[in-house]
């Protein structure tokens, strides 16, 4: 029998009320799409309290009191270590059960997973789940985009090769080293888009060889799997839009994402703070409903600096309804005249495509996975050339859009037809065989 262990650090929490992001989202999915037979047997760690599907052994590691969405930029780098060193020694130690050459080892994502160069030498088969770039998201975020990710890549090759890389803070090794301990470590590297692939191959195609590191890539989008609409939906909805007064002539923004600086909801802002000061927005009735809840890392201190912005627009009429469920999410989704996704950094963009699902045409800014993802017909991108740049940008494609009803319209039934042929279980499915598939 084969066996697939699936580490996925953010798994067993109830992700109904637990604001983890779409990497965290993607492996609890993940677990509850397989069904194991008689040929193979899956077994999961986690970090959380709760089993996450009924068809899998599940394993607890590096469980604490203290909820992950509470700690900061330290405190979950130790976390981080605290699995890594326990998710290492739990699989080890059972290497007569778990037989290298009878088991694979996907990792859900890089910072939070086990040692895999000591995997790999006790002889076992590693997939990897790419949520997240994280040396390209850490330039973005905190230095940027200074460099580009790949000459950062190059400098702490230098340190390596120079001995010196010691040097570096801890968080930043959990950036760094445990990314290109990923690339060298995976039989096969799974990702949601192919500007990740790019990205992945410029920065570690000397590492490996760039013909064998394309090899080993595979470009899986997840798709997506949210449920169809039901006439609940549409009684919650009318609910919605009596409660907040929209009437036909009200104009409808939404975005749904954890609350959080890489998801650029200042620039959709200060868009809009641009747009009234134009007088660009007078008579008009404009709602924006900002959907999800801080995220667990510098999500409070961004949050306050939302709110503030949206305090100081006086047109537009912004809700914060907080984390939604699926049911809420279904009804929420028949409020928008347009969904916004305005992120600095997105590797793929879940929300986007439930979005499109629920027949919505999107504005987003031109990252990763919406490339892919959005055809001209059913949305509009926006490069940004800074993020300075970019508010004035969002604010005259906003404009534009708003301007026609029935194109958006339009836009919207394209949507929905492009994302109901990405169902999440094609995906599933293609992550399943290819990590089985290492077995031979």
Not at 224 to 242: F, M, Q, S
Not at 291 to 311: D, I, L, N, R, T
Not at 393 to 405: F, H, K, N, Y
């Amino acid at each position: 029998m084969k066996n697939l262990v699936f580490v996925g650090s953010h798994l067993g929490y109830p992700m109904d009320r637990t604001p983890l992001g779409g990497g965290a989202m993607v492996g609890l999915q993940l677990v509850r799409h397989w069904k194991p037979d008689a040929s193979w047997r899956l077994l999961v760690l986690g970090s959380g309290p709760e089993t996450p599907s009924r068809g899998a052994e599940y394993a607890r590691l590096a469980g604490r009191e203290e909820a992950i969405v509470d700690m900061g930029e330290l405190a979950y780098a130790r976390f981080c270590r605290e699995f890594e060193a326990e998710t290492t020694k739990w699989i080890l130690e059972r290497d007569r059960e778990l037989k290298p050459s009878e088991t694979v080892i996907v990792v859900n994502d890089i910072s939070e997973g086990p040692t895999l160069g000591r995997l790999a030498r006790a002889g076992y088969k590693v997939l990897s789940i790419w949520h997240v770039d994280v040396v390209d998201y850490f330039n973005k975020l905190y230095l940027r985009r200074f460099l580009a990710p790949e000459k950062l890549t190059r400098v702490h090759e230098k340190l390596r090769a120079a001995g010196v890389e010691w040097i570096l803070p801890d968080v930043l090794n959990l950036v760094f080293d445990k990314q290109r301990e990923t690339v060298v470590h995976s039989r096969r590297i799974v990702v949601p888009s192919s500007a990740m692939a790019d990205t992945i191959l410029r920065c570690y195609g000397d590492l490996i060889g760039r013909e064998e590191l394309s090899r080993r890539i595979a470009v899986i989008p997840w798709g997506v799997w949210a449920e169809d609409p039901a006439p609940a939906d549409e009684n919650r909805a009318e609910e919605l839009r009596d409660y907040h007064e929209i009437t036909p002539e009200s104009f409808v923004l939404m975005t749904l994402s954890r609350i959080s600086p890489e998801k650029g909801l200042h620039l959709l802002l200060e868009a809009l703070r641009q747009l009234e000061a134009g007088g660009k927005l007078a008579g008009k009735d404009v709602r924006l409903f900002v959907c999800g809840e801080p995220a667990f890392m510098m999500g409070q201190s961004y949050h306050k600096k939302v709110k503030a912005a949206a305090a100081k627009l006086k047109a537009v009429k912004v809700v914060f309804p907080g984390y939604l469920d699926a049911a809420a999410k279904r009804a929420y989704f028949r409020l928008p005249d347009l969904f916004v996704s305005p992120s600095v950094h997105e590797s793929y963009g879940l929300n986007v495509v439930e979005a499109m699902h629920a027949g919505l045409p999107v504005l987003a800014s031109d990252h990763y996975g919406v490339r892919d993802t959005l055809p001209p017909d059913a949305g509009r991108l926006v490069h940004y050339p800074s993020p300075k740049k970019a508010p004035p940008l969002l604010a005259a494609a906003l404009l534009d859009l708003m301007a026609d009803r029935e194109k958006l319209k339009k836009m919207g039934a394209a949507a929905r037809a492009e994302a109901s042929a990405m169902p999440f279980s094609a995906a599933a499915e293609a992550v399943r065989l290819g990590a089985l598939g290492l077995l031979g």
